[in-house]
Structures are given as structure tokens and as C-alpha cells.
DNA sequence: CGGATGATGTCAATCGATTGCATTCGATCC
DNA sequence: GGATCGAATGCAATCGATTGACATCATCCG
């Protein structure tokens, strides 16, 4: 047997206290409290936390217009990028701000298959939330996000989409991997090679150009030996860094797209025989923890997690109140962990 | 400037067709669709599309009493177990029932100091959820978890709490210390020792007494050092590590309550200069993505993620249809993967 | 042919909170 | 003393969808 207790309504409370259902609603609420006399502000609040009385959202959503929540779009909870930059946004968007507005999130795993955001979109706005924030977007996306757009804010974090243009909050991939070139550079490397991530998303191919033209300008051979990776992950890291070890020519440094990749590289250097880091330098991508926990800690690239979410939460904020607000899209600088495995091996 | 649309309600969109509201909402429902005429009911969807209606799910909420959300509250949103559950409770909800019922997750992560859960129930509460999982309550949890239980049905996953009772859905975590107690044993190990979880966690107690008993029983030496790390976290792992290496009379398997703080084992072994896993044997817990990408993979206990998410989901399905459904808590055994660094060094 | 039956739809109440407007009442001002 | 003002509160419409009760109409049966 469950003890079902039927919850306490607006009017059962105002009965109980005889006093009209809008006075309740005014002295519980923050912004009209102040049409309340203190007294019965405190009679009311009293009595409602005595009698458990909750306000209902949904009924409150219906009435405004407005459901102070926020929903949020990730392709993957297993990312551990993601899922920082997503719980900071989480966290900023509660943190009490000017007036107790809290923003609730709603948080939907959307896969990596392109298309399903669609469906997680509309289910949303069926939700009325007050605005939407995508993580990792696909140029595939554009469209859906696009139409999206017309009835409440979109940001884009992590991954902005050139097709379209809106708010957005990304990592400056290019400079992430102008960063490990110049770090070569410093350390005397000559040949060098990349491990690439799919090059569909801009994030990769970002990284990509980033390394690339610091290599070119400075002179240092880049060897291109199927280096694009099939996925983001340890395994295809493997099978790339197999294809690169396997050349007669090698390089004497390698920056992987993500420290997934990374690793695959490692695996495959100590299969080979060769010691990591110094028979080759590796450097990774994201200060995950995997390169932290390594018997030996590798050299990685830091995503700027605080600065994409904190912009990210500013901008839905803004949104929020004022839908003609004129954002500013702004892409921050990753900065570069050495735990010394860049460096060059003494000839 | 941007484009702002104005939403159509069914009162537009029935004015636009000259039918009735009610006849819409039955026509575009899944269970009274067969009350309105098949012509008249095309007639309705076409232009429903067309007009691009989209339900305001907030007000159908307020008039049902019944949401289709469930609310999940996860603690660490970094547990790669607890996001594996999650995930499958999530996409098993959204399974395409007998009847097109969607059960849309609202997710929270609560961090692990507690106390915080009331809040998180509370904002659920209001926000009308059909019912709650708990993935990792703590016993703290208990009351708020009880108060919640009044309203809505509330189902424990991963850890279950003794304080009440609530349907759960979890690994025997004694049977899986077993399991890896006899493993030793199978491999004729006579000194060993845990490296154990905060025991203010039953999921580590129950590891540790499954352990300890297959242990006593079979006349195998259970060394008792410093065991149990303040967190089951790589580094806690590593500092319960080095106390173990640091007695004269050392193990020669141990047994770590998850994979990170096996981790933090196997990083205090090199740093001694002992070689992983030939010197001590180790086996961790949960199967993480972790174990598998090391060098050299590592035993270890898989969790029985599908099992327990399941039967969390049909707890929930059932509890939502039947409030007053006779459930059973269930327990899942885990599995050993042997991936060797659990033998012992020949002599 | 009258009335029962069933298939389709319409009407209007309802869910619970919010808010513009009206009202009340005491205090203040001329 | 009557008008005026402002503070505090009540009244009632409203948000958008759902659903029980009822109306309409064609059909069918005895």
C-alpha cells in the first residue's frame, strides 16, 4: 500500500488562510513581494511551507509564457569535454544571479547520427523552454537549429556550423594547433605528422590548418600519412599511428587530434617497441584524464572549458531577457600542458 | 533583427480547419485517435503539419496531472558508469512502447556532498515528474527520497539505501568481490588485500565483506594496511598504494574497489620499479573504458550496466501505469573479464 | 414508422498559477 | 469634512490542451 498524498494547490492553501489565491502568488514570488505587507508575506510563506505547498510549474509555464528552463543538446555524455563544458554551463545558469532566476536544464543526449536533432528540438519547444544550447552541432544540423531559431535563442557551444550564423561559444581550434607546432618548433623537431580527428567536423579541421600553416612558415616537413582518423577514438588512433610507424621516413614528433587518439599512438609505439615518449614526441588534445593518469603524464592542449561555458551561459542569459540583443560570438584560446613529452630525443 | 514566429495554438489551428478543438486533441492523440473519423482525422494531421502545430505539452501536463518526465538525479556526471546507466535507462524510457508512450528524461546531477537532493526533488516535484530515479543515493538521501516517494513513484538505481525501502535496481557488489576473491584463489594466491572505496558507500562495503568472506573461508591471508581510500579516486588509490608496497610482507594480489583506484595501484608499482601486473597481481571494478586502453589491459569486474538499467526502466513503466504495481528489487550479478593481470608470478 | 444504436462532433468545465484592473480602507491634505 | 492618494488585497480573465457530457445525424431493427 502506497501512502499517495494529493498535493496542496494554490486554492486549498488560500482557503486554508483566507486570503485570496493572487496574494499568495505575490508574496511567494520574488519580484512582487514587495506588493505584499510584510505581514502577511510572512503569515503566507509561513503557512505554505507549514502545509508543503509547491508551487506547479507547468501551470505557472502556462500562464507566462516562460519556463525559465533551458534545453540543452549533447552528442555524447561519455565526451569528458562535453559533459565539463555542460555541467559549467549547468552550474553558471543556476548561480543566483541580480534576481533568483534559476534556470533549469533540460538535457538531451542526441547521439553522433545526424538527424536526430530534430526531433529533440521540437520536443523542447514542445517543452517551451526559453532557450537552447547545442553542444557539438553538425553542419547537418543547420537546418533544424535554423528553424529552431525562430521561435526561441540558440547557442552554440564547442562547435559553431558555418551555414548559419548564431551565438556561439567555441575553443580556437586553429590556435590549439598553431600551439603544439610552436612547440615542436621550440624543441627542434624537423618531421613532423599529425593524427587528425574526422576532418567533417570544423573542430578537426581547424586543428588541423592551425598546425599545418605553422609548419609550412616555418619550414618543418609535415608528412601526410594517412593521418584522418575514421573516429575521434583510441582505436582509430591505433590503426593511424600504425600507418605512421610503418613508414621508413618517421616523424620525430606527432600531435594527436585528442588524447584518445593519443593513447592509440602510444599503444602502438610500445607494440613496435619503441618508448613512450621518447623515441617519439606525442602531444594530445583536451587535458582529459587519461593523459593526467598515464604512467606518464603526456603533454596535451587544455580546452578553455570555463571560458566556452561561462560565454556560452552569458549569451543564453542575455537571450533570455532580451531577444534583440546583440550578441557577439567569441572563440577562446586553448593554452598548452607540458608534461614534457614534446620534446625532441638527444640525437 | 530577428525573426520572431508566433506559435499557433489549437484554438488557431481549429479555427483555421472549422472543426473543434476537442475533435484536434483526439485526432492528433495516439489513444483517442480512433474516436474521430478517419477523413476528418487526415484532414486534421495534414494540416497540422502544414500549419507546423506543435502541442504546448505544459498545458496537456497541467490538465492530465501526468507530465511523461522522469526525473533522474546522477551524482557525478564523470562516472562513466553511472552516465552507462543512465544512458540505457534514458533510451530504454524512450523504447517505442506498446503504445507511442515517450517518457522524456529531465536530467540532474547533484554532486556528491549531500544534502542537496531535496532541492533537486523539490524542483522535479514542481515540474510535475511522472517519477524519479536515483542513480547513486546516498543514505543521507534517504528522507528527502522517502518524501518524494509520497508523491511520485521513486526508483533507486546502481546504489540502493537500507534506511527504506524503495524498488532499486543494482549489482550484487558482493558477489562481485567474490568473484575476484576466487579468481585469486583459483590462481593460488595466499596473501592478499583490498584496496577499497569510502566504506560510507554500501556499494564498497558489500565489495569488500564479498571479498573478505570467499577470503576466510578458503584459508587465504587477507592483509588489512591502511585499506580504504577517502575517495575512489586514482590518487587516493595510489596513496592506500604505496602504504600497501611499503610493508615487508606484501600481497601478492590485490584488489581494487574500481578501476581508477586500480590505476593509482599500478602507477605506485612503477614508481617503485615493480612491473604491472607480473610482480603483484591486480583486478579492478567497472569495466571502464580506462582499463581497457591501458598498455597492458587490466582485470576486472564488469558492471552489469544493461541488466540494471532495465530493470530500473520497467520499474519505472510499471510504477507510472500502476501506482500500486507489487514491485521487486533486483541485484545483478557482475562478471569477471580475465585479461590476465590477475594470475600469479611463477615463483 | 418509432425508437434504439452507434458514429462523429461540439460544448464547456477544468487543470493551477499569474496579473491587469477594480475595490477597500485608512491616512493625508486642503 | 470631503477629496485624494497610495498601499494592500480581491476579482476574474487568461494561458492551451483535454475530456466528460451532450447533440446531431444516419442507420437499422422489429
Redesign the pocket.
Known amino acids: 500500500m502506497v501512502a499517495t498524498m ?9 482557503d486554508s488562510i ?12 520574488t ?2 513581494a ?8 510572512d ?1 503566507i510563506r509561513a503557512a505554505a511551507a507549514a502545509a508543503g ?14 519556463s525559465d528552463t533551458v534545453g540543452i543538446l549533447v552528442s555524447d555524455m561519455m565526451n569528458e569535454v562535453l559533459v565539463r563544458v555542460m555541467r559549467e554551463i549547468v552550474t553558471d545558469l543556476n548561480r543566483d544571479q541580480t534576481r533568483g532566476q534559476e534556470l533549469t536544464p533540460l538535457i538531451a543526449e542526441t547521439g553522433d547520427g545526424s538527424g536526430h536533432i530534430g526531433h529533440f528540438l521540437r520536443t523542447f519547444l514542445s517543452r517551451r523552454v526559453d532557450a537552447i544550447i547545442c553542444l557539438s552541432a553538425t553542419e547537418d544540423d543547420a537546418e533544424a537549429l535554423q528553424a529552431a531559431a525562430r521561435e526561441v535563442p540558440v547557442v552554440l557551444a564547442v562547435r559553431s556550423i558555418s551555414a548559419i550564423d548564431l551565438p556561439s561559444a567555441t575553443c580556437d581550434d586553429g590556435a590549439g594547433g598553431a600551439l603544439v607546432a610552436r612547440h615542436f618548433l621550440a624543441h627542434h623537431h624537423r618531421v613532423v605528422c599529425q593524427i587528425q580527428g574526422p576532418q567533417t567536423a570544423t573542430t578537426f579541421r581547424n586543428r588541423a590548418a592551425g598546425f599545418s600553416v605553422v609548419c609550412r612558415e616555418a619550414g618543418v616537413r609535415e608528412l601526410s600519412i594517412g593521418t584522418s582518423a575514421r573516429a575521434a577514438i583510441s582505436s582509430e588512433g591505433r590503426a593511424v599511428a600504425e600507418a605512421i610507424l610503418a613508414t621508413p621516413d618517421r616523424p620525430t614528433a606527432v600531435f594527436a587530434h585528442n588524447d584518445s587518439m593519443a593513447l592509440g599512438f602510444i599503444e602502438a609505439m610500445r607494440h613496435q617497441g619503441l618508448a613512450y615518449p621518447d623515441d617519439i614526441a606525442i602531444v594530445g588534445f583536451n587535458n582529459t584524464e587519461l593523459s593526467r593518469v598515464l604512467a606518464r603524464p603526456m603533454s596535451t592542449v587544455e580546452y578553455p572549458v570555463a571560458k566556452v561555458s561561462g560565454h556560452a551561459a552569458d549569451l543564453v542569459r542575455a537571450l533570455i531577457k532580451n531577444r534583440e540583443f546583440s550578441w557577439e560570438s567569441k572563440s577562446f584560446d586553448p593554452q598548452l600542458v607540458d608534461r614534457g613529452t614534446g620534446v625532441k630525443r638527444p640525437a
Open positions: 494529493k498535493r496542496v494547490n494554490m486554492r486549498a492553501l488560500a483566507g486570503v485570496d489565491r493572487a496574494t499568495i502568488s505575490r508574496a511567494l514570488s519580484d512582487k514587495h506588493l505584499v505587507a510584510p505581514a502577511t508575506r503569515l505547498y509547491r508551487a506547479d510549474l507547468m501551470a505557472a509555464t502556462l500562464r507566462r509564457g516562460r
